[in-house]
């Protein structure tokens, strides 16, 4: 009976160990060099390169100044509703634009405004946009930035949205259903309007 069972029990051990030839990197996808990517090196919470002078980040901190000076960073956008990045950037050379986005009810009139606000990035210099998790409204304004100024199919954007490794939480179905239903159109319409 002692063998029947210490032999079990190491068959189930056998199977949890991965053999010496084994892979684990072939068993996940790669990761597809158009989304955003990681800037490991810099220590801002869920920092990501969209584009050469776009970033995408968490709610910032006073320690995070350095880094984004470092990047070069000449602007910040802030999507948050109930808080302001004024006292993190006292003092700096970085300007706050600030576009209060409500995660529970997204209005095409903040869509527009934070797309206009993204249009100049190339011409302005680093621009870095955040909301508290960087996950969600940030997904949500980097989707449409895709779709709007770069041509991304709505697909791909809300593949990058809930797949980039940025946080999303399904919770807000508000916003993919958002995504899945926008006039691309009419919306890069109103965008180039003024």
Request: proline share 4%; aromatic share 6%; with cysteine.
């Amino acid at each position: 009976m002692k063998i029947a069972v210490i032999a079990a029990i190491a068959v189930t051990l056998a199977g949890l160990v991965q053999p010496a030839h084994a892979d684990p990197a072939s068993e996940v996808s790669a990761r597809p060099i158009r989304w955003a990517q990681s800037v490991a090196d810099a220590h801002v919470n869920n920092l990501h390169r969209i584009t050469p002078t776009l970033y995408r980040s968490a709610q910032l901190s006073r320690s995070d100044v350095p880094e984004l000076q470092k990047l070069g960073i000449r602007k910040v956008i802030s999507f948050r509703s109930f808080h302001a990045d004024d006292t993190i950037l006292a003092g700096t050379q970085i300007k706050m634009q600030r576009i209060r986005i409500n995660t529970w009810d997204i209005r095409d009139e903040d869509m527009v405004a934070a797309l206009k606000a993204l249009r100049t990035a190339d011409q302005d210099g680093p621009v870095l946009i955040h909301c508290q998790h960087g996950a969600d409204r940030t997904g949500l304004v980097s989707a449409l930035y895709r779709m709007v100024y770069q041509g991304w199919t709505r697909e791909q954007a809300l593949d990058e949205l809930q797949h980039g490794g940025y946080g999303f939480h399904p919770i807000w179905q508000n916003i993919t259903n958002y995504l899945k239903n926008v006039d691309v159109a009419r919306l890069r319409r109103e965008v180039n309007s003024g």
